[in-house]
């Protein structure tokens, strides 16, 4: 079949987001290698990439990375029965292929999961934008649904999509201030502290660092809170506590 008008199996569906595989119709999964992978979120994310620019990327130090590219795009009729990639020196996914990332509400997950490209330093550069790019506009995201619930006093809903924010970028401190902050108006002290122990835990074992000073200043009136539990109750205790309302998801 000519590039030109290659075609996917029906209702092939690619996921690049997590562990890249190929999921056919019948339920079957087909993991992606990582060369595959990545060209197929090249192609996927930059529509109309050139041959050139795509064998440079992810085959440097090849003697002949157009082969290495070719043979590639050979090997997905052989591994996976039909032609992935369509087009001549401008390249495009074929026809009939769904993809994660360019859903309109896309799945969560990092683009290419844990995959590492560090042979391929452009491609890895490459790759970092994207994924921080993408985080951003996830978090924007969630960050605007989750005001508008704070608004609307739906706590519940609040805590849901903070929690959905952490997954998006589990490094922010900002939003475990957020969750710690929403789980205490909800009136789940005890949680709020738990959110900040596990921060503690992970700002300590993964950069050998402290809480800020505005994180620490929310759990000593986390603490404070809970002390006062017992003899005023949650209701009292969250209308006396200034320090915990008003924040946003930063």
Not at 19 to 29: M, N, T, W
Not at 40 to 65: F, H, I, K, Q, Y
Not at 164 to 183: C, F, V, W
Not at 216 to 236: C, H, I, K, N, Y
Request: one cysteine or more.
């Amino acid at each position: 079949m000519p590039k030109s008008i290659a075609t996917a199996p029906a209702h092939c569906r690619l996921r690049l987001l997590g562990d890249p595989a190929l999921l056919a119709a019948d339920g079957s999964i087909k993991a992606l290698e990582r060369r595959a992978a990545g060209l197929l979120a090249l192609v996927a994310l930059e529509p109309g990439v050139t041959r050139a620019r795509a064998a440079a990327l992810l085959w440097p130090d090849s003697d002949n990375a157009r082969q290495a590219l070719r043979q590639q795009i050979a090997r997905f009729r052989k591994n996976y029965g039909a032609d992935l990639v369509r087009g001549e020196d401008a390249l495009f996914l074929a026809d009939g292929i769904a993809v994660d990332v360019l859903a309109a509400a896309a799945a969560a997950g990092d683009l290419l999961g844990t995959l590492s490209y560090e042979d391929c330093a452009d491609f890895a550069d490459w790759l970092t934008q994207q994924r921080q790019q993408r985080r951003g506009r996830t978090t924007a995201q969630i960050g605007q649904q989750l005001t508008e619930a704070e608004v609307q006093g739906d706590f519940a809903a609040a805590v849901m999509l903070a929690e959905q924010l952490l997954l998006a970028d589990n490094d922010s401190e900002a939003h475990h201030r957020t969750l710690m902050r929403l789980h205490y108006l909800r009136g789940d002290i005890a949680q709020a502290q738990a959110v900040y122990d596990r921060l503690v835990r992970q700002l300590v074992q993964r950069f050998g660092a402290r809480p800020s000073a505005e994180t620490e200043q929310l759990a000593r009136a986390l603490r404070s809170a809970l002390a006062e539990q017992p003899r005023t109750g949650v209701t009292d205790a969250a209308a006396s506590t200034g320090e915990l309302r008003g924040g946003r998801p930063g």
